[in-house]
Nanobody
Framework: QVQLVESGGGLVQAGGSLRLSCAAS????????MGWFRQAPGKEREFVAAISWRGINIYYADSVKGRFTISRDNAKNTLYLQMNSLKPDDTAVYFC??????????????WGQGTQVTVSS
């Protein structure tokens, strides 16, 4: 299995940027398709972005398309989420998730503990 630890969250003003990181350990990171999810207070967890094991296939939720960029560095066992033009609606706990296999199918098995992102207006 793989262990995931997110970092990079914090408080930022609307229009600002943050970069989240997700460090993976355990089984070979490049064996997993990876994704980011978020959960705002009182809301269900929602999909944000995903990337295949070689970074060829990338998917975004419509709400973040054009503002967020998912990437990965398999040599560093790290997943990233660059978040630009942040809005108060982006406030949530952000989780990274891993799914065994090359292609993202939307069914990750492993989750990190989450990192808080707060966007002030």
């Amino acid at each position: 299995q793989v262990q995931l630890v997110e970092s990079g969250g914090g408080l930022v003003q609307a229009g600002g940027s943050l970069r989240l990181s997700c460090a993976a350990s355990g089984r070979t990171f490049s064996s997993y398709a990876m994704g980011w999810f978020r959960q705002a207070p009182g809301k269900e967890r929602e999909f944000v972005a995903a990337i295949s094991w070689r970074g060829i296939n990338i998917y975004y939720a419509d709400s973040v398309k054009g503002r967020f960029t998912i990437s990965r560095d398999n040599a560093k066992n790290t997943l990233y989420l660059q978040m630009n033009s942040l809005k108060p609606d982006d406030t949530a706990v952000y989780f990274c998730a891993a799914q065994a296999g090359s292609t993202w199918l939307g069914s990750p098995r492993f989750w990190g503990q989450g990192t808080q992102v707060t966007v002030s207006s």
